[in-house]
């Protein structure tokens, strides 16, 4: 409600709220003086008393207060540059000189009655030209601010030159002006009545341009600062003192001694304005300094800290200056990169020689003529750990960096990097790898096909052994019918000597079909063997003359074997048959004689021991294609009646059936390598013993046969009753149960091991032994499958007597089961 009643009132308290300290304490002083001299205008004209001492104090204090202000103005001109500033030192080193004439200029200032400078009128024109250059400095600086604020001086002492030049020249024109050329000045100034100044416009002109000064100062600067509010303090002041001048018109009155005052205040507040500026500069430099100490400190810090990251960087380091690059500063990683070797200080290309011929010399030298970084990764450097050490392949990652130096400078190159040496050889031995991965994986590829290549090749030597086994079972049975007809046929002819005769030539024909028939079965891996442990050199000297035989005198045999031969366990009869096969096969391949070279040495193959047997001829080899097709049977490249082709098909699948492997290294018009691997064994070879002698022996204990072949069931029944036995037949293994269920005693089981029906023929020998204990079990077959044969080998406690087989070893395969023990098991016969 206040502010409404007193509206001008609370304007002024708002507009006094928003001031500063130092603008409320200015516009304090300015009113003040305005109060003080409007108090004192309608008095202006009175005369006051002659004060003798004001005049010289007065001059002496003005024109002080005006040379300190332009020193202190120089000083702070030197500090900011500011070039506003210059206008107030011209004016005020102008105001001190023409107030110091001015007080030469009035009579007994010095001396009584007498005038040390110019005439009547030079004071009052002194007056006239020191308020004129007072007024003009502050209008100056008013008007400088107003048409660029806080504008510097872009060459501080040529712009102080010329401030200098143009003062001097303005006070020697006034000086000039109130001296030599009085006379010719007007007249303003009768015996101390100067109010001719006022008529003529002199007085009023200055006044104009104190209003004007104060007008621009405070569009300028809005006396934002303390310099320019006492600065518009100080025009105030100069107004006043010229107001009430003209009013009061001659010397003593209050108007001029009024006006001296408001002069010398004028001049006091520019003296005290610049002081408590000098004081604030002091104190802001004396702040700034302990800033700066504080700045400096913090800077010293944290350039320590950045050395200490500088020489602790993981990356080499390095600063090179001037034209010549001299090393300025490098971390430990540039040191430890270049060896022991001084580079500190010298030039890159004196402290690295070797860099030169590399090519990194005229880099740095284009990164600092281009102003552009490089960047270059896995660069190649060589260089010497010591000046007499061998060069050293290093790989790095670098930055070259410029930096561009001041007035044409040279400026300094910037090195980062790192040495990635290690990661370049773990890159290269990994594409070494990637490499050899690669060939390995296309070596694998190709091992793989031929892996399944060979398994084809495998799958269709099983399906033709299947069909070889098959057709070796109805062949034996055939032939076993064949054999006992023979003999039956025989024993009804005694005497009768064309029918022995044809008999004989039959019984040789079933000879070679069983012959037949059991490499068949030898292929296909189905023959019943008998492994013992066998000595490989005792089986050579064995069958050393038969060997040379069967070969002819054409072909040179050698056998060589290593010390301390192992052991093999192998069936020996079909041993010597392979052996035997293959040396025919090796002489049948050089028809015009050559070498043949058999070698028995120890081996291991995938941590398992073997003894290889390895046969070498020098006949004419096999080509890829027929080595491919080897071991098929009845493959031969011999011409029609050669041969069977079984030999290397019985000696694939007898080595197969052993636990061996076996392999053709062959190339055509080279010769052939047969390699033959079979397993060791710790056994002791048994020693040789002359076979005894095998005579026909009958007997009279009772025998069940049984066989699904009648014809063969007919013919061995007869054999057995003709060599005395008591013999009862059945045609299967369920018709065998119901004679065995019937019968009190029954001493051998004579049965076919392949049959119809739902009881097999090992079921039916453990029934029949469950019911007869005391009972013999002789097996026969021309084809076992895996009824009796296992892993190759004839089961343990088996006794088998292969078809086909005659009168003779029927009697001998009898007698020699029925001698052995019940409870011991039987003892197998081939």
């Known amino acids: 409600m206040n502010n409404r009643i007193f509206p001008a009132a609370a304007t002024e308290s708002h507009i006094a709220a928003r001031m500063a300290p130092f603008q409320r304490t200015a516009l304090m002083?300015?009113?003040?003086?305005?109060?003080?001299?409007?108090?004192?205008?309608?008095i202006a004209s009175v005369k006051w008393p002659s004060v003798a001492s004001f005049l010289p104090v007065y001059q002496a204090t003005t024109v002080v207060s005006y040379a300190t202000v332009a020193y202190l103005i120089y000083g702070y001109f030197r500090q900011t540059r500011l070039h506003a500033l210059l206008y107030l030192w011209g004016g005020c080193v102008y105001t001190s000189a023409?107030?110091?004439?001015?007080?030469?200029?009035?009579?007994?200032?010095?001396?009584?009655?007498?005038?040390?400078?110019?005439?009547?009128?030079?004071?009052?024109?002194?007056?006239?030209?020191?308020?004129?250059?007072?007024?003009?400095?502050?209008?100056?600086?008013?008007?400088?601010?107003?048409?660029?604020?806080?504008?510097?001086?872009?060459?501080?002492?040529?712009?102080?030159?010329?401030?200098?030049?143009?003062?001097?020249?303005?006070?020697?024109?006034?000086?000039?002006?109130?001296?030599?050329?009085?006379?010719?000045?007007?007249?303003?100034?009768?015996?101390?009545?100067?109010?001719?100044?006022?008529?003529?416009?002199?007085?009023?002109?200055?006044?104009?341009?104190?209003?004007?000064?104060?007008?621009?100062?405070?569009r300028a600067t809005r006396f934002a600062t303390p310099m320019s509010a006492w600065l518009g303090v100080a025009i105030v002041a100069m107004a006043f003192d010229n107001a009430i001048t003209m009013a009061g018109g001659a010397r003593l009155t209050a108007g001029w001694y009024v006006g001296r005052i408001n002069a010398l205040v004028s001049g006091l507040v520019m003296l005290v304005l610049y002081l408590k500026e000098v004081n604030r500069v002091y104190l802001r430099a004396a702040s700034?300094?302990?800033?700066?100490?504080?700045?400096?400190?913090?800077?010293?810090?944290?350039?320590a800290r950045m050395l200490s990251l500088f020489e602790q960087a993981p990356g080499f380091m390095a600063v090179l200056t001037g034209h010549e690059y001299r090393v300025q500063i490098a971390n430990a990683a540039f040191q430890r990169l270049v060896g022991d070797r001084a580079v500190i200080g010298l030039p890159i290309g004196e402290a690295l020689p070797e860099l030169a011929e590399q090519g990194y010399l005229d880099l740095i030298e284009g990164v600092r003529l281009q102003g552009r970084a490089y960047v270059g990764a896995g660069l190649k450097l060589s260089l010497r750990r010591d000046e007499h050490a061998a060069l050293e392949d290093l790989y790095i990652d670098v930055l070259f960096q410029p930096n561009g130096g001041l007035h044409g400078e040279a400026g300094s190159i910037f090195i980062q990097g790192n040495d990635v040496s290690e990661q370049w050889q773990a890159r290269q031995e990994v594409n070494r790898q990637q490499k050899y991965l690669e060939q390995l994986v296309r070596e694998r590829t190709q091992k793989l096909e031929d892996t399944q290549t060979a398994l084809l090749h495998a799958q269709k030597l099983e399906a033709i052994g299947k069909l070889t086994g098959g057709v070796a079972h109805d062949f034996n049975n055939v032939l076993h019918i064949i054999n006992g007809n023979i003999d039956l046929i025989k024993m009804c002819t005694p005497g009768n000597e064309?029918?022995?005769?044809?008999?004989?030539?039959?019984?040789?024909?079933?000879?070679?079909?069983?012959?037949?028939?059991?490499?068949?079965?030898?292929?296909?891996?189905?023959?019943?063997?008998?492994?013992?442990?066998?000595?490989?050199?005792?089986?050579?000297?064995?069958?050393?003359?038969?060997?040379?035989?069967?070969?002819?005198?054409?072909?040179?045999?050698?056998?060589?074997?290593?010390?301390?031969v192992w052991n093999v366990l192998v069936d020996p009869q079909q041993l010597e048959n392979v052996i035997l096969n293959l040396c025919l096969n090796a002489s049948d391949a050089m028809p015009s004689g050559g070498a043949l070279a058999i070698r028995v040495d120890n081996v291991c193959r995938d941590d398992i021991e073997f003894v290889r047997l390895a046969f070498t001829d020098t006949g004419h080899g096999m080509s890829a294609e027929v080595k491919a097709r080897?071991?098929?049977?009845?493959?031969?490249?011999?011409?029609?009646?050669?041969?069977?082709?079984?030999?290397?098909?019985?000696?694939?699948?007898?080595?197969?059936?052993?636990?061996?492997?076996?392999?053709?290294?062959?190339?055509?018009?080279?010769?052939?390598?047969?390699?033959?691997?079979?397993?060791?064994?710790?056994?002791?070879?048994?020693?040789?013993?002359?076979?005894?002698?095998?005579?026909?022996?009958?007997?009279?204990?009772?025998?069940?046969?049984?066989?699904?072949?009648?014809?063969?069931?007919?013919?061995?029944?007869?054999?057995?009753?003709?060599?005395?036995?008591?013999?009862?037949?059945?045609?299967?293994?369920?018709?065998?149960?119901?004679?065995?269920?019937?019968?009190?005693?029954?001493?051998?089981?004579?049965?076919?091991?392949?049959?119809p029906g739902s009881v097999s023929a090992t079921s039916l020998a453990e029934r029949t032994r469950r019911r007869h204990p005391n009972i013999r079990v002789l097996f026969t077959s021309g084809y076992t499958e895996n009824a009796v044969i296992h892993n190759g080998r004839l089961d343990e406690g088996i006794n088998l007597l292969s078809k086909p087989y005659g009168r003779v070893e029927l009697a001998g395969a009898m007698r020699a089961v029925l001698a052995t023990p019940s409870y011991a098991g039987e003892v197998g016969v081939t």
């Open 29 to 42: 002083t300015a009113l003040a003086i305005a109060v003080f001299t409007l108090a004192l205008m309608p």
């Open 98 to 218: 023409v107030l110091l004439i001015q007080f030469f200029s009035f009579p007994s200032a010095f001396v009584n009655d007498v005038r040390l400078v110019g005439g009547t009128q030079t004071p009052s024109w002194l007056w006239f030209f020191w308020h004129l250059g007072s007024t003009g400095m502050l209008f100056g600086y008013a008007w400088s601010e107003w048409r660029v604020r806080g504008r510097l001086a872009p060459d501080p002492i040529a712009a102080f030159r010329t401030c200098a030049i143009l003062t001097a020249g303005a006070l020697a024109l006034s000086v000039l002006a109130v001296t030599l050329f009085h006379d010719r000045l007007p007249v303003v100034d009768v015996a101390g009545d100067f109010s001719r100044i006022t008529s003529s416009g002199y007085a009023p002109l200055i006044q104009v341009i104190i209003v004007l000064a104060l007008f621009m100062l405070w």
């Open 288 to 303: 700034m300094a302990d800033e700066l100490a504080l700045a400096n400190q913090r800077l010293e810090g944290e350039h």
């Open 498 to 564: 064309k029918v022995s005769l044809r008999c004989e030539s039959a019984r040789t024909a079933i000879r070679r079909g069983a012959k037949l028939s059991s490499q068949l079965l030898a292929f296909a891996r189905k023959q019943p063997l008998q492994p013992d442990a066998v000595n490989l050199p005792d089986v050579f000297n064995a069958i050393d003359l038969l060997l040379k035989r069967a070969v002819g005198e054409k072909i040179e045999v050698s056998f060589v074997a290593c010390l301390g």
């Open 630 to 755: 080897a071991f098929e049977p009845f493959f031969s490249t011999k011409g029609v009646g050669k041969g069977t082709g079984l030999g290397l098909s019985m000696a694939y699948g007898f080595v197969k059936q052993s636990g061996g492997h076996i392999d053709i290294d062959s190339d055509v018009g080279k010769g052939t390598t047969i390699d033959i691997l079979l397993p060791r064994t710790d056994k002791r070879a048994p020693e040789k013993t002359a076979a005894p002698s095998l005579a026909i022996r009958g007997g009279t204990e009772t025998v069940l046969a049984v066989d699904d072949e009648q014809d063969i069931l007919d013919n061995v029944a007869a054999m057995l009753r003709d060599l005395g036995y008591r013999v009862l037949t059945a045609g299967s293994a369920d018709a065998a149960l119901e004679v065995m269920e019937s019968q009190e005693r029954i001493d051998v089981l004579f049965t076919d091991v392949i049959m």
